[in-house]
């Protein structure tokens, strides 16, 4: 008799055991199916160009977006958290398979962020977003439905609009993202006060006068921005020390940028800025949008299907610093193995470029009117060595990320001497280059702008950067910088 009530609670616990996995393995597959939503086939084009699948926007000149949901993938997030390659700590857990951040309140959070509520003509409003009565934030709980930034060039210098997506997320109990930031209600309870500006599509779009107008709607929302600040108690007890400005094109808060100087500007590189305005020790250099299709670590080319060994692809005239791209023009353009012609986003400038980073073992990143550009961060995206020929350059985060490891770092003197770059980058073996490929599959994720973010990528990294600043975490700047000599 007792063995036939054990064999009977044996079969029965099978079939618990059995019901449970079931139960487990479809409520994963409904959540990962509900985190993706589609955009609306109305807004976007779908086309397919080789493996890649890219979204275009027929009202916006046909240039090549991301989707705003990115794909969400549960078990690399947490794998993200987990991983040895994360580069700080997160303070706090996040479960991330519920749905609920339990942790992300103001005592766990890494950095709290008090948000001015500045009316939407700072912000929300110059993407032709219509406030409803007594609104002055969209509802970002619908991802899909959240107003988008333009695209083409536009896209470049959207830091500002990412960084404010991620603040007001933070307290919207259906987003699912990192806990390194969370909005705060009072200026007493924030680390640092964060100004919702979007200066850099303000500059783009309204910096040039309209009609019978004496100024451009850009410079009065910088002169309204000022008055506006300097008049607040949080700006005068702190002198604006403890604001974030966020001033990633570098021709935005062009009048401005003077009077606020002393916040924390959040740029895309110090090249047209006093160094009492702006410098390392107290402001984060933040990388660009890229503009051409991410590829994939399983799609991206080894050493072998990269025929070309040099690309450089966009303006060669240039003043200034990016003079010497005229020089490496005339040294280069003859060699079998390099492609190194003019380009621009228009038309199929951005699938030419793509194509061709993602078929090209060095990316040149030269120099031009300021010492950034946005053709870096294409070229980490497309998992093409860069080669990076600009002495001024700063580079984002790089005190906790090193670029030697998947760059190739020369000096502008160095590079246009005959012979010396094309001999130098012929010397690197396929094993060093795949090194430094492998590493860039890697580190990509942390040049990638998601709205919700995601541990360790663009957004998060930025916020990562203002809270060792407000830490005073000692600096290695440039300290593993490896430049290659003759």
Excluded at 10 to 37: A, D, T
Excluded at 75 to 98: A, C, H, P, Q, W
Aim: hydrophobic letters at 35%; proline letters at 6%.
């Amino acid at each position: 008799m007792s063995e036939k009530t054990s064999r009977s609670s044996r079969l029965l616990l099978s079939v618990m055991g059995f019901s449970m996995v079931s139960l487990v393995l479809s409520s994963f597959f409904l959540f990962h199916s509900v985190i993706n939503p589609l955009l609306p086939s109305s807004v976007f084009e779908l086309i397919v160009v080789g493996d890649e699948r890219v979204y275009f926007n027929p009202e916006d000149g046909g240039y090549p977006i991301e989707p705003l949901v990115a794909p969400f993938s549960p078990s690399s997030i947490k794998d993200t958290y987990e991983s040895k390659e994360n580069t700080t700590e997160f303070r706090g857990n996040v479960d991330l398979m519920s749905g609920n951040n339990p942790a992300c309140d103001k005592t766990k959070a890494r950095l709290r962020v008090y948000m001015y509520d500045l009316s939407p003509e700072f912000h929300f409003g110059l993407l032709d977003w219509k406030e409803g009565p007594n609104l002055i934030w969209p509802d970002v709980s619908n991802p899909s439905l959240v107003p988008r930034y333009p695209g083409g060039l536009n896209l470049q210098h959207s830091v500002e609009y990412w960084l404010t997506l991620d603040l007001l997320s933070s307290n919207t109990k259906e987003i699912v993202r990192p806990c390194t930031v969370i909005r705060v209600k009072t200026p007493s309870e924030a680390d640092v006060i964060f100004v919702p500006f979007f200066s850099s599509l303000s500059y783009n779009r309204h910096s040039k006068i309209d009609g019978k107008e004496k100024v451009s709607l850009d410079r009065k929302l910088q002169n309204k921005l000022v008055e506006y600040l300097t008049r607040r108690p949080e700006w005068r007890k702190s002198r604006g020390k403890d604001h974030v400005i966020v001033a990633h094109h570098p021709n935005s808060m062009l009048y401005a940028r003077k009077k606020l100087g002393s916040a924390r500007l959040v740029l895309a590189d110090f090249g047209r800025y006093a160094s009492k305005t702006a410098n390392v020790e107290k402001d984060v250099i933040a990388p660009y949008k890229h503009v051409v299709n991410t590829i994939s670590s399983n799609s991206s080319a080894p050493f072998e299907a990269r025929p070309k060994l040099i690309f450089f692809q966009g303006a060669i005239f240039r003043k200034d610093g990016g003079a010497i791209r005229q020089e490496l023009y005339y040294l280069l353009k003859d060699e079998k193995d390099v492609h190194f012609t003019f380009g621009s986003t228009q038309r199929s400038g951005v699938r030419e470029a793509s194509q061709g980073m993602g078929s090209s073992k060095f990316c040149l990143n030269v120099a031009g009117d300021t010492p950034s550009s946005n053709r870096l961060f294409d070229s980490i995206v497309s998992h093409c060595v860069p080669v990076i020929i600009s002495d001024d350059i700063e580079l984002p985060y790089e005190d906790v990320v090193d670029y030697s490891e998947f760059s190739v770092f020369v000096w502008a003197s160095d590079a246009v001497k005959e012979g010396f770059l094309l001999n130098l980058l012929r010397g690197i073996s396929r094993d060093e280059w795949t090194m430094m490929w492998e590493r860039l599959k890697q580190v990509a994720h942390h040049f990638e702008y998601r709205y919700p973010s995601q541990p360790g990528d663009a957004v998060d990294m930025i916020w990562q950067a203002i809270a060792r600043k407000e830490s005073n975490v000692p600096s290695m700047k440039h300290t593993k910088r490896q430049y290659r000599m003759p």
